[in-house]
């Protein structure tokens, strides 16, 4: 009898929480909240040096050193993006003083081997360059591997474009001196422009 | 005692590989090596009214890991050819759009992983005739070597301009072309003649699916197309099998148009595979010219055979 009274007693109680527990309003009220984020169009370029070194120690029948600079380019632009070369300046010879070594008489288009007393660039696959792969020397016999030479500030060469986004998209630019004895000694510079917008 | 000993030993070289596995991934710098310039944003378009102006600012990050020294300034910017390439200086003839941008900043100095907003105010002068008018902000490294081929670095933001005013705008599909046989990777273009006096922006979609009809390939892109020109707006994908029979399907739209694209087949063949049919067709060519000749050589030897009977 007891037990059966404690039975009923527990089980009013648990009853009665039940009942507590149902929300006393049927209606409830929500909100929502828009989350947005505006992702920002951006472009970037990234060399891993400010300037290519293409020294040479020249021979009285002449040698040719090639060296390579990679650029790197990232955009989120969905047009993509085109990568130019050209002079920063008025000058397209290497100058030391009052010497110079000329630029390469061949074009993108027309690339030519490389002339003693001349630098020039050129980068596989595009233009009249052939597909390479060039690789990079220091002090060897020029050979017959075609250089442009880098294009007025404002004629810029395309040396690079894509279609749709790029993550760290390379591009190999090569640049070759050929000289002989007949070059004067020196530190001879020129200085190039790599330009990189969304299309 | 001894084992005591060599437990907490356990404990502290295990905590110190725990310590020094987070630490190299807290500390793992997102930065490249070398030189880096970044520009946002790539585009700007606006419309605005003669004798009115707008500003703004654009921001310039240095992600790589050498500070460097830089100069922002505007430029002309103009199109050659259908392949739209940019060019930065001002045609004969051409408004002077340059003079009409103010940048206060100039110049900066910018530490690894650091940014910089540079402000700006394009004022149109008053009486600009309605029409499109374009330019560029360049951000651009200053080098410091002072030998053998030195670097300059510029990254530009377009500006796309509409003066308001009696606007014409009008503009064509003439062609989409894709080639039937194809290396990888497949290659399509869109040709789009504007012929207003004022810019517009294009979008196209395309999608690319297999002869199961599964979609394996989608691609959108928005170009803007200038007054009086004609922009090749190229559709590339670049992980094509080095086999396959696609169906290349799209869409474009333009002032407020939008225009289903004709499908188009395309049959992708690798240069590696070409060659494999080529030697193979070449060795069953070889086996049945064999076969005829053998075949003609022994026909006289049964008929003298049947002779001498």
Same mark, same amino acid.
């Given at each position: 009898?007891?037990?059966?009274?404690?039975?009923?007693?527990?089980?009013?109680?648990?009853?009665?929480? !039940?009942?507590?527990?149902?929300?006393?309003?049927?209606?409830?009220?929500?909100?929502?909240?828009?989350? &947005? &984020?505006?992702?920002?169009?951006?472009?970037?370029?990234?060399?891993?040096?400010?300037?290519?070194?293409?020294?040479?120690?020249?021979?009285?029948?002449?040698?040719?050193?090639?060296?390579?600079?990679?650029?790197?380019?990232?955009?989120?632009?969905?047009?993509?993006?085109?990568?130019?070369?050209?002079?920063?300046?008025? &000058?397209?010879?290497?100058?030391?003083?009052?010497?110079?070594?000329?630029?390469?008489?061949?074009?993108?288009?027309?690339?030519?081997?490389?002339?003693?007393?001349?630098?020039?660039?050129?980068?596989? !696959?595009?233009?009249?360059?052939?597909?390479?792969?060039?690789?990079?020397?220091?002090?060897?016999?020029? !050979?017959?591997?075609?250089?442009?030479?880098?294009?007025?500030?404002? &004629?810029?060469?395309?040396?690079?474009?894509?279609?749709?986004?790029?993550?760290?998209?390379?591009?190999?630019?090569?640049? !070759?001196?050929?000289?002989?004895?007949?070059?004067?000694?020196?530190?001879?510079?020129?200085?190039?422009?790599?330009?990189?917008?969304?299309? | 005692?001894?084992?005591?000993?060599?437990?907490?030993?356990?404990?502290?070289?295990?905590?110190?590989?725990?310590?020094?596995?987070?630490?190299?991934?807290?500390?793992?710098? #997102?930065?490249?090596?070398?030189?880096?310039?970044?520009?946002?944003?790539?585009?700007?378009?606006?419309?605005?009214?003669?004798?009115?102006?707008?500003?703004?600012?654009?921001?310039?990050?240095?992600?790589?890991?050498?500070?460097?020294?830089?100069?922002?300034?505007?430029?002309?910017?103009?199109?050659?050819?259908?392949?739209?390439?940019?060019?930065?200086? %001002?045609?004969?003839?051409?408004?002077?759009?340059?003079?009409?941008?103010?940048?206060?900043?100039?110049?900066?100095?910018?530490?690894?992983?650091?940014?910089?907003?540079?402000?700006?105010?394009?004022?149109?002068?008053?009486?600009?005739?309605?029409?499109?008018?374009?330019?560029?902000?360049? #951000?651009?490294?200053?080098?410091?070597?002072?030998?053998?081929?030195?670097?300059?670095?510029?990254?530009?933001?377009?500006?796309?301009?509409?003066?308001?005013?009696?606007?014409?705008?009008?503009?064509?599909?003439?062609?989409?072309?894709?080639?039937?046989?194809?290396?990888?990777?497949?290659?399509?273009?869109?040709?789009? @003649?504007?012929?207003?006096?004022?810019?517009?922006?294009?979008?196209?979609?395309?999608?690319?699916?297999?002869?199961?009809?599964?979609?394996?390939?989608?691609?959108?892109?928005?170009?803007?197309?200038?007054?009086?020109?004609?922009?090749?707006?190229?559709?590339?994908?670049?992980?094509?099998?080095?086999?396959?029979?696609?169906?290349?399907?799209?869409?474009?739209?333009?002032?407020?148009?939008?225009?289903?694209?004709?499908?188009?087949?395309?049959?992708?063949?690798?240069? @590696?595979? %070409?060659?494999?049919?080529?030697?193979?067709?070449?060795?069953?060519?070889?086996?049945?010219?064999?076969?005829?000749?053998?075949? %003609?050589?022994?026909?006289?030897?049964?008929?003298?055979?049947?002779?001498?009977?």
């Amino acid at each position: 009898m007891k037990s059966l009274s404690h039975f009923r007693i527990a089980g009013v109680t648990i009853a009665s929480l !039940g009942l507590l527990s149902i929300p006393i309003a049927a209606s409830a009220s929500t909100a929502t909240t828009t989350v &947005s &984020s505006n992702i920002g169009a951006v472009i970037s370029l990234l060399t891993t040096s400010g300037t290519v070194n293409i020294n040479a120690t020249p021979t009285g029948s002449g040698v040719q050193t090639i060296s390579n600079d990679t650029v790197t380019v990232s955009t989120n632009d969905v047009a993509g993006y085109t990568l130019q070369l050209a002079e920063t300046g008025a &000058s397209s010879t290497l100058n030391s003083g009052a010497n110079n070594i000329a630029a390469s008489s061949g074009s993108q288009a027309v690339p030519i081997a490389q002339a003693i007393n001349t630098w020039g660039y050129r980068v596989d !696959g595009i233009g009249g360059f052939g597909a390479g792969p060039t690789s990079g020397q220091t002090n060897a016999a020029v !050979g017959a591997i075609k250089f442009a030479g880098v294009p007025a500030t404002a &004629s810029p060469n395309t040396i690079k474009t894509t279609a749709t986004t790029a993550s760290n998209d390379t591009t190999s630019v090569w640049y !070759g001196v050929a000289v002989n004895t007949s070059t004067p000694n020196g530190t001879y510079t020129n200085s190039v422009t790599y330009t990189a917008t969304a299309n | 005692m001894v084992y005591g000993v060599k437990i907490r030993r356990y404990k502290f070289v295990s905590g110190l590989l725990i310590v020094l596995t987070l630490s190299a991934f807290i500390n793992q710098t #997102a930065y490249a090596a070398g030189q880096s310039i970044t520009i946002s944003p790539t585009s700007t378009t606006k419309t605005i009214q003669p004798g009115a102006s707008f500003s703004d600012t654009i921001q310039v990050i240095n992600q790589g890991t050498e500070q460097y020294l830089f100069t922002a300034y505007a430029a002309p910017y103009h199109v050659t050819g259908e392949a739209y390439n940019p060019g930065f200086t %001002r045609l004969p003839g051409a408004p002077d759009v340059v003079s009409w941008f103010t940048l206060p900043k100039t110049t900066g100095n910018l530490a690894a992983g650091k940014s910089i907003d540079l402000p700006y105010t394009v004022t149109v002068p008053s009486g600009t005739l309605a029409g499109g008018y374009y330019a560029t902000v360049f #951000a651009e490294t200053q080098a410091t070597g002072i030998k053998g081929v030195v670097v300059h670095k510029r990254v530009g933001t377009i500006f796309y301009i509409a003066v308001a005013g009696p606007l014409k705008t009008s503009g064509d599909v003439l062609s989409w072309r894709t080639n039937f046989l194809q290396k990888p990777p497949l290659l399509g273009y869109l040709r789009i @003649a504007n012929k207003g006096n004022v810019h517009f922006p294009v979008t196209l979609n395309i999608s690319v699916k297999n002869i199961l009809g599964h979609t394996v390939f989608t691609q959108t892109t928005v170009k803007e197309v200038l007054p009086e020109t004609i922009r090749s707006i190229p559709v590339q994908w670049q992980k094509t099998p080095i086999i396959g029979l696609v169906k290349v399907h799209g869409n474009v739209e333009y002032l407020d148009r939008k225009t289903s694209l004709s499908d188009h087949y395309v049959l992708i063949m690798s240069t @590696a595979v %070409r060659v494999f049919i080529a030697l193979v067709s070449g060795l069953i060519i070889l086996f049945f010219t064999y076969r005829i000749i053998h075949s %003609r050589v022994r026909r006289p030897l049964h008929g003298s055979f049947k002779k001498g009977r």
